[in-house]
T-cell receptor, first 112, second 113 residues
């Protein structure tokens, strides 16, 4: 039951540029989360946005949520080589004891 | 910091062997999860547990079982490993008191020959 679908599947940019990744989902949600995964490692939580929020910031990250379009975007500003990783969106329907459903991820490469 | 520890980073097993993947978390989280991750398929939920001795099937439970005898430990068991279970296995935990954020272990890469 794949819920989120990220777009693009892969993205390659130069250091200093902004990176934008999109996520679309199919059903109503309580929250949407973004995670990062360095190659061969576990996932790390980046940011959560609730269904009643439209935009959220955390450092160089900006997340938007459009529930009418069932879509979200993750913007990484002034990217660095260390941002190279895969990024996943995950949707939750409950909050609290969540059973998150993950998308397939966007592989971001930031070239120095 | 929350720490989720998976006992083995890399395992190589033979077809038909019984395989145990162990996961321990140190933050008194109620919820624990096992996902598998495959190229092109993303993360898929195998089993999860909301409390000790409780377990619920995820999206792909076939060929797997789990055990949660203690709150901090959640084990994934492959009763008879098969080559199509070669994958990266990720354990995660969360607290029902929080927003639903998952904390992941580093993963266990299992190869079944």
């Amino acid at each position: 039951s794949q819920q989120g679908e990220e777009d693009p599947q892969a993205l390659s940019i130069q250091e200093g540029e902004n990176a934008t990744m999109n996520c679309s989902y199919k059903t109503s949600i309580n929250n949407l989360q973004w995670y990062r995964q360095n190659s061969g490692r576990g996932l790390v939580h980046l940011i959560l946005i609730r269904s009643n929020e439209r935009e959220k910031h955390s450092g160089r990250l900006r997340v938007t949520l459009d529930t009418s379009k069932k879509s979200s975007s993750l913007l990484i500003t002034a990217s660095r080589a260390a941002d190279t990783a895969s990024y996943f969106c995950a949707t939750g329907t409950q909050g609290g004891s969540e059973k998150l459903v993950f998308g397939k991820g966007t592989k971001l490469t930031v070239n120095p | 910091d929350v720490k989720v520890t998976q006992s083995s980073r890399y395992l190589v097993k033979r077809t038909g062997e019984k395989v145990f993947l162990e996961c321990v978390q140190d933050m008194d989280h109620e919820n624990m999860f096992w996902y598998r991750q495959d190229p092109g398929l993303g993360l898929r939920l195998i089993y999860f547990s909301y409390d000790v001795k409780m377990k619920e099937k995820g999206d792909i439970p076939e060929g797997y079982s789990v055990s949660r005898e203690k709150k901090e430990r959640f084990s994934l068991i492959l009763e008879s490993a098969s080559t199509n279970q070669t994958s990266m296995y990720l354990c995660a935990s969360s607290s029902w008191r929080a927003t639903g954020e998952l904390f992941f272990g580093e993963g266990s890469r299992l190869t079944v020959l």
